[in-house]
């Protein structure tokens, strides 16, 4: 049984390449034929012409991001549709991120309509398309069968799989390499508006330094990307805070990113809205504790394991921090950390990958 999983190049997606490369090597330890496909990220013809050499395979398992190929994702459409000719081809699709219909977007109604529209429509054609769906959590499998009318036996639940061999450097060793010194609060990853950042940045004064901002963000970075890190420096400046902020916008490379994970002593994820997180997963592979926001993906972990905390409001995150940074409260956190990493682990998650893939067994 050959099996293709679709991601993208590191040279142009981090997060879904990293994971998808990490994943295949777990795959392949347990005696999976599998073999990466990758095409560039935003360009979508880079993949279409793919879509021939495709058909050799009998599985093909496709890690899925909206917008991932640009242009809206509209792309997509005709690469599910080529997949919905060739049935005989099973197709799995990895959603790393589904949005609800009830979601709130800082757009105008227009826009917020055009959005809602063609996530409606990619995530049926999905449905129509894919023997399989693979989701990191259970209250993305309810919007999938409340909301876009997916069979709920379609949808497998299988959390993020958390990397095993990462290399951890001590946290104050890493902080004297990075210059750093005293807590370090580490929000990190793209850049944007749902990632929530001016929410942390706006109350500074109240968390304390420092707080670490790490992005790749240069002027080749999306207009989105740039505006947003415009008004977080503009926030630092209009305040007084650069006493309390650090911004490292530049590239960021593989050993860096783990450096700064272990230079941290809390990772911070003011999320907004119905989203996942890579950042969360990157967090336990370093055993590190997490204060993130209030919403669903956040909560339904936090039922389970006190690796993070949660501010119910906005203006809670000061509070949440200084109760995490106790150290009775700490040590119990970073206990949790090496529970959660036990448990979901990606040799655990590769297991539940193959169990998966033996359901097409040819």
């Known amino acids: 049984m050959k099996i293709a999983m679709i991601y993208p190049r590191l040279s142009s997606e981090k997060g879904i390449c990293a994971y998808s490369h990490h994943l295949i090597r777990s795959l392949k330890k347990q005696n999976v034929d599998i073999k990466p496909e990758q095409f560039t990220a935003r360009h979508p013809f880079s993949l ?29 459409f005709f690469i599910l549709f080529f997949f919905r000719l060739f049935k005989k081809k099973s197709l799995i699709v990895t959603l790393h991120t589904i949005i609800s219909q009830s979601e709130k977007f800082n ?76 807590p370090v609060y580490l929000i990190i990853g793209t850049f944007v508006f749902d990632h929530g950042a001016d ?65 941290a002593d809390l990772v911070l994820l003011p999320y907004r809205g119905g989203i996942g997180s890579g950042i969360f997963a990157d967090a336990m592979a370093v055993k590190k504790p997490v204060i993130v926001s209030n919403i669903k993906y956040f909560r339904e972990i936090a039922e389970k394991y006190d690796c993070i905390k949660i501010a119910e409001n906005d ?37 539940m990958h193959k169990d998966a893939y033996q359901l097409f067994r040819i």
């Open 199 to 263: 929410i942390i940045l706006k109350q500074a004064d109240k968390i304390g330094k420092t707080i670490l901002v790490v992005s790749n963000v240069d002027n080749k970075s999306e207009s989105r990307i740039q505006r947003f890190a415009k008004l977080n420096k503009k926030i630092v400046k209009e305040n007084n805070f650069e006493e309390y902020v650090r911004f490292d916008f530049k590239e960021i490379p593989y050993d860096l990113w783990w450096k700064y994970f272990c230079a």
């Open 48 to 76: 279409i012409k793919k879509l021939r050499n495709l058909l050799k395979y009998d599985i093909i398992h496709l890690q899925h991001e909206y917008n991932l190929l640009g242009y809206c994702g509209i792309p997509y």
């Open 107 to 182: 757009e105008s109604s227009i826009k917020t309509f055009l959005r809602k529209s063609l996530y409606f429509f990619q995530n049926r054609m999905i449905n129509h398309s894919s023997a399989l769906i693979i989701v990191h959590a259970e209250f993305y499998k309810d919007i999938l069968s409340k909301e876009y009318s997916i069979p709920e036996e379609k949808i497998v639940v299988i959390p993020h799989g958390i990397i095993e061999d990462i290399e951890i450097t001590n946290t104050e060793e890493a902080k004297k390499e990075l210059k750093l010194s005293g």
């Open 315 to 351: 203006t809670d995150f000061p509070k949440v921090i200084k109760e995490a940074m106790k150290p009775k409260n700490y040590k119990k956190m970073c206990e949790e950390c090496q529970r959660y990493f036990t448990e979901n682990d990606l040799s655990s998650i590769g297991k």
